[in-house]
């Protein structure tokens, strides 16, 4: 079965450390999702692709980055982690046309 | 103002009862609309897509979408404590990009 898996689950990180998420559909989908979810804030989207090499700013890009080098994956980089990083990150893909958004099992990362 | 807006909650609501989620929207152009349900600690799921004024039923939850008054709501008959959840309103976008309501917590109470 089609999936979408996120990595690691859980992370401990010190401020200042650079932190990759890592983000692999088997759904073949164009477009992948960053999302950020804080208590009170819902999902906040941090940045999205709709293709291979396409990159886009969210709304809370600040001191993240992404990359998209091929269809399935989608890394999350924290460039220099802040403790305003503390969150639950999702990621999500869809297919290019409107449709469903799938989403992985989410990767919390705690910045001490 | 949000693209999207709905009360945080949470929503307390008696088991069998109904639940009443509302959810309000700026953009016009939105033609259609996703309900996700997400318990603690899970990512969200899909429960509900509604494209069409109007009511569209599925089990015990029942979207209605009103256009003209630019809302969404979300009802659950014979509420159970396995709704207990937060649920999250978002239009279809126009190329993929999914913006989302900051949810409402449900909690049905036995």
């Known amino acids: 079965d089609a999936e979408i898996t996120q990595s690691p689950r859980h992370k401990i990180t010190e401020t200042g450390r650079q932190v990759t998420l890592a983000c692999h559909q088997t759904w073949n989908h164009n477009n992948m999702f960053w999302y950020r979810q804080d208590l009170g804030h819902g999902l906040r989207l941090i940045h999205y692709?709709?293709?291979?090499?396409?990159?886009n700013k969210g709304e809370v890009s600040d001191g993240y980055s992404v990359s998209r080098s091929n269809t399935e994956d989608l890394p999350l980089t924290l460039e220099s982690a802040a403790s305003s990083q503390t969150s639950v990150y999702f990621c999500?893909?869809?297919?290019?046309?409107?449709?469903?958004?799938?989403f992985g099992e989410g990767s919390r990362l705690t910045v001490l | 103002q949000k693209e999207v807006e709905q009360n945080s909650g949470p929503l307390s609501v008696p088991e069998g009862a109904i639940a009443s989620l509302n959810c309000t929207y700026s953009d016009r152009g939105s033609q259609s609309f996703f309900w996700y349900r997400q318990y603690s600690g899970k990512s969200p799921e899909l429960i509900m897509f509604?494209?069409?004024?109007g009511d569209k039923e599925d089990g015990r939850f029942t979207a209605q979408l009103n256009k003209a008054s630019q809302y969404v709501s979300l009802l659950i008959r014979d509420s159970q404590p396995s709704d207990s959840a937060t649920y999250l309103c978002?239009?279809?976008?126009?190329?993929?990009?999914?913006?989302f309501g900051a949810g409402t917590q449900v909690v049905v109470t036995p």
């Open positions: 999500a893909s869809s297919e290019a046309g409107p449709g469903e958004l799938f």
């Open positions: 509604i494209y069409s004024n």
């Open positions: 692709s709709y293709g291979v090499q396409d990159t």
């Open positions: 978002a239009p279809l976008p126009q190329r993929g990009k999914f913006q």
